[in-house]
C-alpha cells in the first residue's frame, strides 16, 4: 500500500499550515518528501521540531538549515523572527522553498547547493524510497538504496558561506550520514559557538564528539537534558557549556 501512495502522489504539491509561536504559517510539501504530509492537522508535522524552535528562537537570530527538504524548520524559525537560510541541494525541493518564501512574508533565503567539507561538486542521489533519503553519494546508511537518478550538483563548505552571511546562532543539520562532512569544513563558523541541531548517524558520533567537544560543545537531548555523544540519540541539541 505505501508503495502505492509513493506512485499515486508522486509529483504533487500542495499548501498546508501550522501554528508556531501564536503565528499561523504556511509551508507547501509534498509526499515526496514525506509521506505523512497527507495526514490531517498537525499529525502531519513533526510538532517537536516546531516546539524546539519555539524555545530556541528569537527575533533576530540568524538561523542555516542544512539539508532543508520542504523548509520545516526554516519556515518556523521565520515565523519566529529569525533570518534563514535555507539549504537544500534537490533543486525540486528548493524549488517548493522558493514557493513556500513568496507566501511568507519573513526573512527566509533559498541556497539550492550541498554543503560539504570543500567546495565543488558532488553526485547527489535522488532517492527512489523518497526524497527525505536523498544523500551525497556513497554517504550513510542509505548508500546502497535504490536511485530514482544521480544529479551532479554544487557543493559549498560553512566558511565558505561566512563570507557572504552573518555568522548563524543555529544551525540544524539533516545530511543522511554527511554530518560529520558538514561540520568538518565549519571550523570558522564554529568558533562563533553556535547551537546545533543535528540529526546524526551512529557511525558518525565518534567523529561529531572528537570535532566538538575540544570546542567546549556538549551533547543535549532537544529539551535540553544533558547527556552524552554515545548514548544512541538520532537527533542532538548540541551547545557550547557557557550557552
Avoid at 514525506?34 to 490531517?40: F, H
Wanted: glycine share 10%.
Amino acid at each position: 500500500m505505501r508503495s502505492l501512495v509513493k506512485k499515486l502522489t508522486r509529483g504533487m504539491t500542495f499548501t498546508r499550515s501550522f501554528a508556531v509561536g501564536g503565528k499561523t504559517a504556511s509551508i507547501v510539501v509534498s509526499p515526496e518528501a514525506q509521506l505523512s504530509y497527507l495526514k490531517p492537522g498537525s499529525a502531519g508535522f513533526d510538532m517537536e521540531l516546531v516546539a524546539f524552535v519555539e524555545e530556541r528562537v528569537r527575533p533576530g537570530m540568524t538561523v542555516w538549515d542544512v539539508g532543508a527538504n520542504v523548509g520545516l524548520l526554516s519556515v518556523a524559525a521565520a515565523a519566529m523572527g529569525a533570518q534563514v537560510l535555507a539549504i537544500e541541494a534537490d533543486i525540486w525541493l528548493a524549488g517548493l522553498l522558493r514557493r513556500t518564501a513568496a507566501l511568507n512574508d519573513d526573512g527566509m533565503t533559498v541556497l539550492p547547493v550541498a554543503i560539504s567539507d570543500q567546495c565543488g561538486v558532488v553526485q547527489f542521489n535522488i532517492s527512489h524510497a523518497g526524497r527525505a533519503s536523498n544523500a551525497i553519494a556513497g554517504q550513510g546508511r542509505h548508500a546502497d538504496l535504490p536511485v530514482r537518478r544521480v544529479d551532479t550538483v554544487p557543493t559549498l563548505t560553512l566558511d565558505v558561506l561566512l563570507e557572504t552571511q552573518p555568522p548563524p546562532d543555529l544551525i540544524k543539520i539533516d545530511v543522511e550520514g554527511a554530518e560529520a562532512m558538514v561540520l568538518g569544513g565549519g571550523q570558522k563558523v564554529l568558533a562563533h559557538g553556535p547551537e546545533l541541531f543535528v540529526e546524526v548517524e551512529a557511525g558518525n558520533r565518534p567523529a561529531l564528539q572528537a570535532l566538538l567537544e575540544p570546542l567546549g560543545y556538549g551533547a543535549h537531548a532537544p529539551d535540553g537534558t544533558p547527556i552524552g555523544f554515545d548514548e544512541g540519540r538520532d537527533i542532538l541539541y548540541i551547545r557550547q557549556s557557557s550557552a
